[in-house]
């Protein structure tokens, strides 16, 4: 039995040479096909593979939980309209209260009257998020303890911006309307009325936080 070795590039270019000479022969080039790095990994949520690793697509950073998938950085935007020389104590809820920023006990405090205070929180994408504060005996959206009930202070998480505008401390809507503006730039409609509530009362603070 004839076993014929299957040609390869150094016997094609010796063949080659005892026939035509090595002027006549082409160049043969063995190139080495390095593995793809991203063949074996496999990345999660708003996560996308370089050169052998996860990485965050823009506007979010990885998950505390899962390195793999990433979430959404998400600013909220809020001015202390109240005028008393007191800064607000505020948090940020999910809707179910199994997420609280900036979590455990810590609070998010306004910067002084007028000044606008930016919040910052890592959030799951579409989860609903709902806004809530205190300050001497006035309670906002959900309120600091998140167990008010307030539809109208909640929003959904993305990568972008959610201004709130004005926190009043008259007892009235918050003004202007809050708006939202994902990394693009375009604007994404929020939920529109934040009451002051006066004397509201405070409940135990439910434990969580990302």
């Known amino acids: 039995m004839l076993w014929i070795m299957p040609p390869t590039a150094v016997r094609l270019a010796a063949a080659c040479a005892l026939l035509l000479g090595a002027a006549g022969c082409p160049v043969f080039v063995v190139v080495d096909v390095e593995d793809d790095p991203?063949?074996?990994v496999a990345c999660g949520a708003y996560a996308y593979c370089d050169a052998g690793a996860c990485v965050c697509e823009a506007g979010h950073v990885p998950d505390d939980f899962?390195?793999?998938?990433?979430?959404?950085?998400?600013?909220?935007?809020?001015?202390?309209?109240?005028?008393?020389?007191?800064?607000?104590?505020?948090?940020?809820?999910s809707s179910d209260g199994t997420w609280v920023w900036p979590g455990g006990d810590d609070v998010f405090w306004t910067l002084g009257y007028g000044l606008v205070t930016v919040a910052e929180i890592a959030c799951e994408d579409g989860t609903t998020v709902c806004f809530g504060a205190e300050a001497d005996g006035l309670s906002w959206g959900v309120g600091l303890d998140g167990t008010a009930s307030c539809a109208a202070c909640c929003f959904d998480c993305f990568a972008g911006t959610v201004d709130l505008g004005v926190l009043a401390c008259d007892a009235g809507p918050i003004a202007p309307s809050p708006v939202a503006h994902d990394e693009n730039g375009s604007v994404r409609a929020a939920n529109s009325v934040i009451t002051a509530v006066v004397g509201a009362p405070l409940g135990p603070l439910r434990a969580g936080s990302r």
């Open 38 to 40: 991203c063949a074996d």
């Open 66 to 93: 899962d390195p793999a998938s990433c979430v959404a950085v998400q600013k909220v935007l809020v001015e202390d309209g109240c005028d008393d020389g007191r800064d607000i104590a505020f948090r940020l809820w």
